[in-house]
């Protein structure tokens, strides 16, 4: 008859503990430091004069490593208290965790290699949110980590409501009547969602590929000539202003064809369902995608849209939610091609009412150019010197400026795209540049909110908003102070009064 | 800009954190903090000193990286030493709000029931003056987490269990 364990008191991992530890600290810092480590084999001089001093300072700082190990060991200690699970750890850093029970999501047993050899298990505890607040106990044997678990989730049980919104199980949703379908993209639409998508990354593979090229061009080029091909080029490319906006056009068109293609092909054949737990989204052609909105875990709602999607009725919806599950990885969802009608129905179907037209808004300050004055001296001369050394100082000046002026407008426009809007259950953010986006985050789905003042800021009274959710987090730059004051009372006054689940 | 037409609740019924009185963090912190200043300014002034003494470079440079470092250690004081006192706290029943900074002033809120789980450590330097920190976590990204350094044990406690009972309470 197994010793039952008595977890109300401190107990301490196996002693297997120790190694594990060692073991797992011993190959992080070898990984980190491996260069050190092959100095003896690099540097003659390290080989046989100083071989001993190497050799001994290894073995002292091996001997530290075994006792921290040690005493780590020695002072991890977890215990249940009345409400949570505790946890002592830390040998310089003394550290007590508690964790609530109520918190615990998800409690689960896992085994590393280092464990498997050693014949431990870890037990890992999950709270809501990122990786920060997962917990894990690195060494227990089978029997006490079973143990413990069977305890922690007898607890469990007795404290959770039985409750439909904290199942964590997807339930299979269908009903008898056919699934409504929100949005079926047909090729037409599929079209003008290509033509207006944002045409930046394309023109970022085109620089890879062609980059990627030229190494291999060069190669070649010096196997069969003796002159170097960037020589080659340098003599032969004209310069003047014509052939650089040439080659600017050129670049711009191939990376909008090749954007249009890849998001086509992304999105081919999107179609939105509407389920009992939230909607079901599929698309793709090469690669298919299925995914699942659950409208317990939406967190963030986005739409975003420019004036050559606003021509096609036609918008990008980004769904943000977070998950308890072991993953614990925030899923952003992106759908394309939703014209109003259609984000309205996901918005009432997500968040279980209408948008509201009426916000107290709080609009970004134009001072805000000032910071952001620096990023536009910043690409200005990242473009404007590299054409001055290569081609030609004039076609650099000219250049240099038009880069300037269009970054300093694109500057101003994200200025004036920027505010907070705020009502009793929702607040808004808007954002953007040549792109327009809306963010909707309901008010009881807020997990802190913080508002930072520079002092800079001060002497005008601005002040930057920082509101925290489960699906990250959303900055509003230079804001009048009191007006951020107002959204955090009034947001914070909300999140107390509904009683709603934010999960 | 519109009214609060849609709000059912008058303005002034609403609690402004601004109007509650905040406690400062335990004094003997700031004597933390002058050491680890110390410390930090004495390993720069080591490390420019020998850079400057075996690496050959030209004199511009080094006057650049000397002045760099004295502009980095004036703002790090004004920081620390002019901003000591905006660190505080405040424990409302429903929320705990932390301010803390100087060039650059932050104000958080948040409240228990977002809270997921709460930690007390203690590194060597504050365990010599008997002084906590205290760590909240919350579901959002670890920039939302809420950590408040240079309580001494009672206070630190306190707020653990005011927050673990409001947890439990829910």
Redesign the interface.
């Known amino acids: 008859m197994s010793e039952e364990l008595n977890f109300r008191s401190p107990q301490r991992q196996s002693f297997k503990g120790v190694f594990v530890l060692f073991i797992t600290d011993l190959l992080k810092n070898v990984r980190q430091n491996f260069i050190v480590l092959l100095l003896p084999f690099v540097n003659e001089k390290i080989r046989t004069d100083y071989l001993w001093i190497f050799l001994l300072i290894l073995s002292s700082l091996l001997l530290f490593q075994f006792i921290y190990s040690y005493k780590s060991y020695l002072n991890y200690q977890f215990y249940i208290k009345k409400?949570?699970l505790c946890l002592d750890h830390?040998v310089?850093?003394?550290?007590?965790?508690?964790?609530?029970f109520?918190?615990i999501q998800n409690i689960s047993i896992e085994q590393n290699i280092i464990q498997r050899i050693l014949g431990v298990v870890g037990l890992k505890i999950d709270?809501?949110?990122?990786k920060?607040?997962e917990?894990r106990i690195k060494a227990l044997s089978e029997m006490m980590a079973n143990d413990l678990k069977r305890e922690l989730v007898e607890i469990k049980k007795t404290i959770d409501v039985p409750d439909e919104t904290k199942k964590n199980t997807t339930v299979s949703t269908n009903q008898g009547t056919e699934p409504e379908h929100v949005l079926k993209l047909g090729f037409s639409q599929l079209l003008k969602v290509g033509i207006s998508s944002n045409f930046f990354k394309g023109i970022g593979i085109i620089f890879l590929v062609l980059t990627s090229t030229y190494d291999m061009l060069s190669d070649l080029f010096n196997v069969f000539y003796d002159d170097d091909l960037n020589d080659e080029l340098y003599r032969s490319i004209p310069k003047t202003l014509s052939f650089t906006l040439f080659m600017i056009f050129f670049i711009l068109i191939t990376g909008f064809i090749i954007t249009m293609a890849s998001v086509m092909f992304k999105y081919f054949n999107l179609s939105i369902l509407n389920r009992k737990e939230g909607f079901q989204v599929n698309y793709g052609l090469l690669k298919k995608e299925n995914k699942f909105i659950k409208r317990q875990k939406t967190q963030i709602i986005e739409r975003e849209t420019n004036p050559i999607k606003k021509f096609f009725d036609t918008s990008n919806v980004y769904v943000s939610q977070?998950s308890s599950s072991r993953v614990n990885q925030k899923q952003k969802i992106g759908i394309v091609g939703v014209n109003d009608q259609q984000f309205h129905k996901i918005f009432q179907t997500l968040f279980k009412t209408d948008i509201?037209k009426?916000?107290?808004?709080a609009r970004t300050d134009i001072r805000y150019l000032i910071r952001s004055f620096w990023f536009q001296v910043l690409m200005t001369l990242l473009f404007g010197l590299p054409i001055y050394f290569f081609i030609d100082p004039v076609v650099a000046f000219v250049i240099g400026s038009i880069v300037f002026i269009a970054v300093g407008m694109i500057n101003y426009l994200t200025v004036i795209k920027s505010y907070v809007g705020y009502?009793?259950l929702f607040l808004k953010i808007g954002s953007g540049s040549i792109h327009t986006k809306s963010s909707y985050i309901p008010t009881h789905k807020?997990?802190?909110?913080?508002?930072?003042?520079?002092?800079l800021q001060?002497s005008s009274d601005l002040s930057d908003l920082?509101i925290?959710?489960?699906a990250?987090?959303k900055k509003i730059n230079f804001i009048p102070y009191d007006k951020a004051?107002t959204i955090?009372?009034?947001t914070?006054?909300n999140?107390?009064q509904t009683k709603e689940e934010?999960? | 800009m519109s009214d609060f037409s849609n709000l059912s609740v008058k303005l002034e019924n609403i609690p402004d954190f601004k109007s509650i009185e905040l406690t400062p963090i335990h004094p003997k912190f700031r004597r933390i903090l002058s050491i680890r200043y110390s410390i930090a300014l004495i390993l720069s002034a080591l490390v420019l000193s020998t850079l400057i003494y075996y690496v050959s470079l030209p004199l511009w440079s080094y006057s650049l990286m000397i002045f760099v470092t004295l502009t980095i250690f004036v703002l790090i004081y004004l920081e620390f030493f002019e901003g000591f006192p905006n660190r505080k706290f405040g424990i409302r029943e429903l929320d705990i709000i932390y301010q803390i900074g100087f060039l650059v002033k932050k104000e958080t809120i948040v409240p228990f029931n977002r809270i997921q789980h709460i930690e007390v450590t203690q590194s060597l330097l504050l365990r010599k003056f008997n002084l906590y920190s205290l760590l909240i976590y919350t579901a959002g990204e670890s920039s939302g987490d809420l950590k408040i350094a240079g309580l001494d044990h009672h206070t630190a406690q306190k707020i653990k269990s005011k927050v673990l009972q409001e947890i439990e309470d829910e």
Do not use: C
């Open positions: 409400d949570a830390g310089f850093k003394k550290s007590n965790l508690e964790i609530p109520y918190r709270t809501a949110g990122a920060s607040s917990v977070a509201d009426q916000f107290y808004v009502d009793a807020v997990q802190s909110i913080s508002v930072r003042q520079s002092i001060r920082i925290n959710t489960a990250g987090s004051i955090m009372n009034n914070n006054y999140l107390h934010w999960m």
